[in-house]
T-cell receptor, first 111, second 112 residues
């Protein structure tokens, strides 16, 4: 079993839809949770960063962490064609900068 | 954030040759990380490059295959040695800053 599981998609939605992206994990030591966005032929770009359980909102993006269920989510409201990219979840334990990544979910938002 | 550049951005190489990838950061950092992203796979950490000491390799990666240099606090190189088609991947360097990890644009390597 992989430490981090993520549905690879692809996920195709119409413009304006609410998108939900999810990851599950098995290592209870993970404390820091991140979402990266990766456009084709580019490096990953940090989108959201959360520590422990709870919600964090930034514009159209909301990151949610449920440590009791070992489940994290990224919600995108009012999705735009420019949101079309691969979204990678990543996490790390305390006192380390090493990240464990999910496989990424490819999202396509069509006009 | 951090400004990270990589060279080359892409290359096509022949089996059995080696390629050295450069990573330059806009300010001094203690640690630099090298990741591999194989087609359809997640990013996998290859090694941690510390200035002034040997790199620390993750399970499944060895120094003979992926030698790393870290001559100063803003620069590192990763060499992919004796390449085979299985080494075709995107190679990314990453630096931690204020508890967050930032990535370079990646080097897309194709081995024929």
């Amino acid at each position: 079993q992989k430490e981090v599981e993520q549905d690879p998609g692809p996920l195709s939605v119409p413009e304006g839809a609410i998108v939900s992206l999810n990851c599950t994990y098995s290592n209870s030591a993970f404390q820091y949770f991140m979402w990266y966005r990766q456009y084709s032929r580019k490096g990953p770009e940090l989108l959201m960063y959360t520590y422990s359980s709870g919600n964090k909102e930034d514009g159209r993006f909301t990151a949610q962490v449920d440590k009791s269920s070992k489940y994290i989510s990224l919600f995108i409201r009012d999705s735009q064609p420019s949101d079309s990219a691969t979204y990678l979840c990543a996490m790390s334990a305390k006192n380390t900068d090493k990240l464990i990544f999910g496989t990424g979910t490819r999202l396509q938002v069509f006009p | 954030s951090a400004v990270i550049s990589q060279k080359p951005s892409r290359d096509i190489c022949q089996r059995g040759t080696s390629l050295t990838i450069q990573c330059q950061v806009d300010s001094q950092v203690t640690m630099m990380f090298w990741y591999r992203q194989q087609p359809g796979q997640s990013l996998t950490l290859i090694a941690t490059a510390n200035q002034g000491s040997e790199a620390t390799y993750e399970s499944g990666f060895v120094i003979d295959k992926f030698p790393i240099s870290r001559p100063n606090l803003t620069f590192s190189t990763l060499t992919v040695s004796n390449m085979s088609p299985e080494d075709s991947s995107i190679y990314l360097c990453s630096v931690p800053r204020t508890g967050r990890n930032f990535f370079g644009p990646g080097t897309r390597l194709t081995v024929l």
